[in-house]
T-cell receptor, first 116, second 112 residues
Framework: DGGITQSPKYLFRKEGQNVTLSCEQN?????MYWYRQDPGQGLRLIYY???????QKGDIAEGYSVSREKKESFPLTVTSAQKNPTAFYLC???????????????FGPGTRLTVL | AQSVTQLDSHVSVSEGTPVLLRCNYS??????LFWYVQHPNKGLQLLLK??????LVKGINGFEAEFKKSETSFHLTKPSAHMSDAAEYFC??????????FGKGTLLTVNP
């Protein structure tokens, strides 16, 4: 059963704490992505990784960090420096054809983070 | 720079009537275009994808979209709405370096 899993589904954090969101894929995709979704704003790219041990900042990377030590895993850490972290976080992956605008991204079920 | 505009933030239809969700894009080249659907508290599911092979693209669940270069549009349609179609729909443009440009979404309500 191939796909993308994200855990946990719901996450609560106290202000000032770091928290790590998990994303795993068994699609053998090279590229992985993290997005943040806020009501009425669509999706905004936080970080993306085209290959293991490499990643790039997206449009809203401040206050977030990632790692890509394994092809199937791309965890996202929301740090205490992120001013407004309450949001729905979506992970995605794609085959990763170099430079291809046709590369289809497949999404996980998401994690809803709430800061108390 | 690319941009995607979904012309309606909310569309309401009756079950069994046609669905039209409108999307315009702005790009300096012929983009790849996608429609995704998102049910509440779920991830995004790909409905269909345009990659210049054919201007009329058929997707899952009876949806289709037509690429019109002269109008820079990629509207999503379905002949007959079903209650299960109620969700949020995103029009998305694909760009170089893996980056997607998302519209702000259209919430589709289906009334019995």
């Amino acid at each position: 059963d191939g796909g993308i899993t994200q855990s946990p589904k719901y996450l609560f954090r106290k202000e000032g704490q770091n928290v790590t969101l998990s994303c795993e894929q068994n699609l053998n995709h090279d590229a992985m992505y993290w997005y943040r979704q806020d009501p009425g704003q669509g999706l905004r790219l936080i970080y993306y990784s085209q290959i293991v041990n490499d990643f790039q900042k997206g449009d809203i990377a401040e206050g977030y960090s990632v790692s890509r030590e394994k092809k199937e895993s791309f965890p996202l850490t929301v740090t205490s420096a992120q001013k407004n972290p309450t949001a729905f976080y979506l992970c995605a992956s794609s085959i990763g054809e170099a430079g291809a605008s046709t590369d289809t991204q497949y999404f996980g079920p998401g994690t809803r983070l709430t800061v108390l | 720079a690319q941009s995607v505009t979904q012309l309606d933030s909310h569309v309401s239809v009756s079950e069994g009537t046609p669905v039209l969700l409108r999307c315009n894009y702005s790009s300096s080249y012929s983009p790849s275009l996608f429609w995704y659907v998102q049910h509440p508290n779920k991830g995004l599911q790909l409905l269909l994808k345009y990659t210049s092979a054919a201007t009329l693209v058929k997707g899952i669940n009876g949806f289709e979209a037509e690429f019109k270069k002269s109008e820079t549009s990629f509207h999503l349609t379905k002949p007959s709405a079903h209650m299960s179609d109620a969700a949020e729909y995103f029009c998305v443009s694909g760009g170089s370096n893996y980056k997607l440009t998302f519209g702000k979404g259209t919430l589709l309500t289906v009334n019995p």
